[in-house]
């Protein structure tokens, strides 16, 4: 300190467990702007798998949720094509761009899931499709001269639309959730709500939740992953409104002088973005713009780490040589 | 052979038949008045009408059922079948009794709870196809008795099949099941939910309905045509509005000043009864105003005759019984040259047997009582014996003792008496000693 000229006014202080208050502006937190300066450049990746059986809206929420026509439902995909005889998983990447920031979306699509009479195990190709995706990764990772930048083809979240039956989970989701809440995130949402009434909607709901609490499945965002108070609370808040009813629409209604996305009945425009009417702006905001990094995050240190570890315990004997 | 005697009988009406000639009349005999005639003896007798509704959990089966016939068959106190998880299929009926204008219709709804709910549906359809079998086997058996005063009808008369809104198309196991149920039943689909799909995708959802309905050679109710060329425009435009979409509720809520059954959302009510929210008006007309005795007349006329032509000719081709049924029908084609009389007989017979069986029961039961009260009789008779034993044993102790006490008593009696009497000769001794002393001191 003493080397510091005294001109500055600034207090010494010196804490005893070793941080210290600064004397001057360092420009330490101008890391923040280098790395939105980095990552606008280098764009980022997001991988969106959705599941659920045909005629739930899948199509038609991706391209609500992303703004723009991402998923195979506009690319002149024909209503003639026939329900598939296995599950096929089919992934389609855009990239778009929005204040500078790009990003690579991936939407993966699984057609056929739940449409045949006979569904037993027609998550068996979802799952090898998401373990795949995990052993692509660590192939880049092992390597002995690695890529600058590991092209990151993981499903980060998958949501899983649920029938808006009103009365209870079907047989089908509680088995697919189960079986692949620890390997990917799941989101689960109620599918096509507008079917449903206010009334009817919270019941349904109330009864969802305590099934999927029953049946011990963990969806995003998990409780055990919450980081500290902050995150908790924010966590809990939103567990307690998931699964969230949403509504999805690329027509576009004029109601009260404005424009919005919505669907028009005899009786009334459903106004997708009006919370009054669903639930799709939580969902948009909880997904894109709040935790969209966070299920990045959980993707790479958490279901990837399970992966890595399994299989290097089976392969231990292989690396060690 | 009673199917022989029936035929011959219907030759020679044949024969009869190609002489009728309309004849115009000259007076007025009266027999217009028949309909109503025919009219009066229904009213009385009531009719009979079974509806089968088939589909998923959560389609709004339940509820379109309470719309239709403005009742809570089910409530909440006896919640439908879909509220309960059932694991497998079941096929569960209700029957209700509605009075109205005078006319009194048993309705019989039959909910096949857990179709299509499980991962693996294969079959779930068997259980539907056994019950309606099931129900038509017992009309022919009770069709084929001598006795058939009373005959209920059972038969499914309708069964509405609920297709799921995707809006995309039909799924397999829509196709798989209504094809194998369009000849035995009178299928209609409905549209469920109807209220989720806009008008235009409800329409492209109708067309490609019955483009696939159509493309599998899919046999749905067809409504038959009339003489009537007005009645015939308005059953056009049902068949255009096939399949009909249907939304359901007993929720009466209030629309600009008018109370009509609808559905509450923050967008809208929609309508149950409005003609261009969606089609329950129309089902509802077709199936209860106007095409509801149609509906059991094809079942009796197409779907039962095929049944029973298909069960009589597995029967009689090979001379053996080759299904799997019990009872009439066997006896029935097996033995030929039955005459009427004869079944009476047999039917008499086995009546007889029924009732020698019942009385043998009872006899056994009888007997058993019997020889229960006997055995309780003997241990009680045993308990009595074994305390009169006891008692008289105690009363022999008691008098040995007491004989025992009294000999000791006599031996002391008689110590004493011979102690006494020792006393009383020493006395005497002592007394005639001292008078002979007293003589000796005498003379002294």
């Known amino acids: 300190r003493a080397d510091r000229p005294h001109g500055h006014g600034l207090s010494s202080s010196h804490n005893s467990s070793g941080g210290s208050t600064l004397l001057g502006y360092i420009g330490i937190d101008t890391i923040i702007e280098q790395m939105r300066k980095k990552t606008m450049k280098t764009g980022f990746d997001f991988n969106i798998m959705v599941v659920g059986h045909s005629g739930l809206g899948k199509s038609t929420l991706v391209n609500t949720l992303f703004k723009s026509h991402v998923s195979r439902k506009s690319a002149g995909w024909a209503r003639d094509e026939k329900i598939p005889k296995t599950v096929e998983i089919k992934a389609v990447s855009h990239v778009i761009e929005e204040g500078g920031v790009k990003m690579k979306l991936t939407v993966v699509d699984t057609p ?60 089908l989701d509680t088995e697919f959730m189960k079986r692949l809440s620890h390997s990917v995130n799941i989101i689960p949402v109620i599918a096509k709500a507008d079917t449903m009434t206010l009334e009817e909607r919270q019941e349904f709901k109330q009864r969802v939740r305590k099934e999927l609490e029953v049946s011990g499945i963990e969806f995003y965002p998990q409780k055990e992953f919450d980081e500290d108070m902050e995150d908790k609370s924010d966590n809990d808040k939103i567990r307690e409104a998931m699964p969230f009813a949403v509504v999805g629409s690329d027509k576009e209604y004029q109601v009260n002088g404005k ?36 299920l990045k995050e959980v993707t790479h240190n958490i279901h990837y780490e399970t992966y890595r570890a399994k299989r290097l315990n089976e392969n231990g004997e292989y690396y060690n040589q | 052979m009673y199917m022989l005697y029936e035929a011959s009988i219907n030759r020679m009406r044949v024969s009869v038949c190609v002489s009728l000639k309309q004849r115009n009349l000259e007076g007025y005999v009266g027999f217009a008045n028949l309909p109503n005639q025919v009219y009066r003896k229904s009213v009385k007798r009531g009719f009979e009408f079974t509806l089968m509704v088939v589909g998923e959990s959560g389609l709004g089966k339940s509820t379109l059922i309470n719309s239709l016939f403005l009742t809570d068959l089910y409530s909440k106190d006896y919640p439908g079948p879909s509220q309960r998880i059932k694991k497998t299929v079941q096929v569960e009926q209700s029957k209700v009794l509605i009075k109205e204008g005078g006319v009194q219709l048993t309705l019989t709804i039959v909910d096949t709870p857990g179709f299509g709910d499980a991962v693996d549906n294969s079959n779930c359809w068997q259980p539907v196809i056994n019950y309606i079998d099931s129900k038509c086997e017992d009309f022919l058996n009770a069709e084929s008795r001598v006795n058939r005063r009373s005959m209920p009808d059972n038969r499914v ?18 196709i798989e099941f209504m094809k194998r149920l369009h000849d035995k039943v009178n299928v ?158 047999e039917e008499r017979r086995e009546h007889v047997m029924k009732m020698k069986k019942m009385e043998a029961e009872m006899e056994q039961v009888f007997e058993m009582k019997v020889k229960e009260k006997k055995q309780k009789l003997k241990d009680s008779e045993a308990e009595l014996e074994r305390r009169h034993e006891q008692m008289k044993r105690n009363l022999e102790a008691q008098y040995k003792e007491l004989e025992e006490k009294r000999r000791v008593f006599e031996e002391e009696k008689a110590n004493w008496e011979a102690q006494q009497r020792i006393l009383e000769q020493q006395k005497l001794d002592a007394s005639k000693t001292m008078e002979k002393n007293k003589k000796k001191g005498k003379i002294f």
């Open chain 1, 259 to 294: 424009r919005v996305l919505g669907r028009k009945t005899a009786w009334g425009i459903v106004e997708v973005e009006n919370p009054n009417h669903c639930e799709f702006a939580q969902l948009r905001d909880f997904l894109i713009r709040s935790h969209l990094q966070d």
């Open chain 2, 157 to 174: 008369h309708c069964c509405l099949y609920f297709i799921a809104p995707s809006g995309h198309g039909l799924k397999p196991l829509d």
């Open chain 1, 112 to 171: 056929g899931f739940g449409d045949q009479i006979n569904n037993d195990n027609c998550w068996e190709p979802i799952s090898k499709y998401i373990n795949e995706q995990y052993e692509k990764f660590l192939k880049e990772e092992v390597n002995i001269t690695r890529k600058k930048r590991i092209p990151d083809t993981r499903v980060h979240c998958c949501i899983y639309f649920i029938s808006p039956t009103g009365h209870f989970l079907r047989q």
């Open chain 2, 188 to 345: 209609i689909p409905l549209i469920a939910k109807a209220d989720t799909l806009t008008p235009e995708e409800c329409q492209l959802f109708k067309k490609q309905i019955m483009k696939e309905i159509q493309e599998h050679k899919i046999k749905i109710y067809e409504f038959p045509d009339t003489e009537d060329d007005d009645d015939n425009k308005l059953i056009r435009k049902i068949k255009e509005k096939m399949p009909l979409a249907v939304v359901g509720s007993n929720v009466v809520i209030e629309v600009n000043g008018k109370k009509v059954r609808g559905r509450q959302y923050p967008w809208g009510v929609a309508e149950v009864e409005n003609g261009e929210h969606c089609d329950f008006t129309v089902l509802r007309n077709m199936l209860i105003r106007t095409h509801m005795q149609d509906l059991k007349d094809v079942t009796n006329n197409v779907h039962y005759e095929n049944y029973r032509s298909k069960k009589l000719a597995a029967v009689t081709c090979n001379g053996v019984d080759t299904s799997k049924t019990k009872g009439q029908l066997t006896k029935y084609g097996t033995i030929s040259g039955k005459y009427p009389l004869a079944q009476m007989e």
